[in-house]
């Protein structure tokens, strides 16, 4: 049996990650973590159409609390048997030039995007580290290059792609995987908020960014680990 | 089954830092728990007792929570020599046969434990050819030696426990200093065969700031998955 944990499967990514891994059955047992039940059982439900019954389960955590991480992750794998792979996923933004960032809303940020995959990750490797796993961080091109008003969110993504290369190193030992994956712009509720003008109909779907992340999630891949992959799509004008 | 008797009482003078060396991060990682976590995973070794200074228990009981091992762990002081700390490690080991091991020896892999444990004999060590001349002298030549009749002693080493502490028992009375421990138990009990054990290239004993460099290059060769 082998479990997967995804975080912030509610929308954009983690919900047709989610989706698409229960499509391909590459794993027995989901666990979706998140805040916003409504949403995560609308995922949950087209999961269950490709699952036996009980493989998914909802654990309802605020992202912006990982203290809350280990007792989720320790009930996970008490509940499922095992932890074999964790796709760190729910985002946060609050896009803000420096002059006008609060000290609140850049630690928001961070809790977010930063300490809670770290949290999840130290954890999960508690569990992982007797028979390996795959990790996989969503970061973003954002993290890669200068983005003005974006200051939190894109020094955030920053961390996430510098963690997940330093885990492939620190990890590899377990057998452990650790993936990083940065999507360019997608159609997402965080992208409607970075660019609220865009038409997300002319940019990357996050199914499109899925189709990699299952990919990569695939347990014959064993070679892109530990290098930031950019997801970008090539429009046709 | 055994008890891991796991030295790691040394203060790292040579390696000229105010930290003793296994407490060093190698890979990352502090060099003691490299092989706790390893021996965490071995069925075989039921308990392990850390021999150190009594000022770092409290530091390594932290690791061992961090790093989520599940063995139990004893704690026994480090004495003024290797010797006096093993004597003093054997009085907590509770199994009839025990592993010696030392922290500065963090590159042993799990399945070199398990080559150990599986031979027949009780009483056995790792022991690797050497691969240089060797002549007896200090300041001038005093002597030859045949290389093909000599023994690289590495660790870690097993042995019946009651002939451990007998033969610690026996040099101590005597007075007499021994730095390691399969060398005691041939002269104590030389009736007793201790086999040698094919060593590793790889079991480098991390002794001064250059080991520290050349066991980072081991640890990416031989241990990290990634190539």
């Known amino acids: ?237 | 089954m055994y008890t891991l008797l796991f030295l790691s009482g040394g203060t790292g003078s040579r390696m000229q830092n105010a930290t003793p060396k296994q407490y060093l991060l190698l890979a990352g990682k502090p060099v003691i728990m490299h092989i706790l976590e390893r021996v965490d995973a071995i069925d075989a070794i039921k308990d392990v007792v850390v021999v150190c200074a009594k000022e770092y228990e409290a530091s390594i009981q932290l690791m061992l929570n961090q790093y989520g091992v599940r063995k139990e762990v004893r704690f026994a002081h480090a004495g003024a020599t290797r010797q006096e700390s093993v004597r003093n490690g054997l009085a907590l080991v509770r199994e009839e046969d025990v592993i010696v091991h030392e922290a500065a020896r963090p590159f042993v892999k799990t399945e070199d434990f398990e080559r150990l444990i599986a031979v027949k004999e009780r009483n056995a060590t790792l022991g690797y050819s050497i691969p240089f001349s060797v002549l007896k002298g200090h300041e001038y030549v005093e002597g030859l030696t045949e290389r093909s009749e000599l023994i690289n002693v590495q660790l870690p080493q097993k042995f019946e426990t009651r002939l451990l502490k007998e033969a610690h028992e026996k040099a101590l009375e005597e007075g007499r200093e021994f730095t390691e421990d399969a060398g005691m138990i041939y002269l104590y009990h030389p009736e007793v065969p201790i086999k040698v054990v094919e060593g590793m290239d790889y079991d480098l004993k991390l002794t001064t700031r250059i080991d520290m460099l050349a066991g980072e290059q081991i640890y990416k060769d031989v241990f990290s998955g990634r190539k």
């Open chain 1, 1 to 237: 049996m082998s479990t997967c944990i995804i975080t912030g499967p509610g929308s954009g990514i983690g919900r047709a990650t989610a989706i698409m891994l229960a499509e391909r059955g590459y794993y027995d047992h989901y666990a979706l973590v998140g805040r916003n039940d409504e949403e995560m059982r609308a995922t949950q439900k087209e999961m269950q159409k490709h699952l036996p019954e009980g493989s998914t389960k909802l654990y309802h955590i605020d992202l912006s609390n990982p203290e809350q991480i280990p007792e989720v992750v320790k009930a996970v794998n008490e509940e499922m048997g095992g932890i074999d792979a964790l796709l760190n996923i729910a985002g946060y933004t609050d896009p803000q030039p420096l002059l006008t960032t609060t000290l609140e809303s850049f630690e928001l940020t961070y809790r977010v995007n930063v300490f809670a995959p770290f949290m999840f990750m130290r954890e999960c490797v508690k569990y992982m580290r007797q028979k390996g796993g795959k990790i996989l961080n969503v970061a973003s091109t954002a993290g890669m290059t200068p983005r003005p008003g974006w200051l939190s969110y894109a020094s955030s993504k920053a961390a996430v792609i510098s963690m997940s290369e330093t885990l492939t190193a620190e990890l590899s030992e377990y057998g452990i995987m650790v993936y990083c994956v940065s999507p360019g712009r997608c159609a997402t509720k965080l992208r409607r908020r970075l660019a609220p003008d865009e038409d997300p109909t002319t940019i990357m779907q996050p199914a499109e960014v899925a189709e990699v992340v299952c990919n990569l999630m695939n347990r014959e891949e064993r070679c892109l680990d530990g290098q930031n992959i950019i997801i970008r799509k090539q429009m046709r004008k």
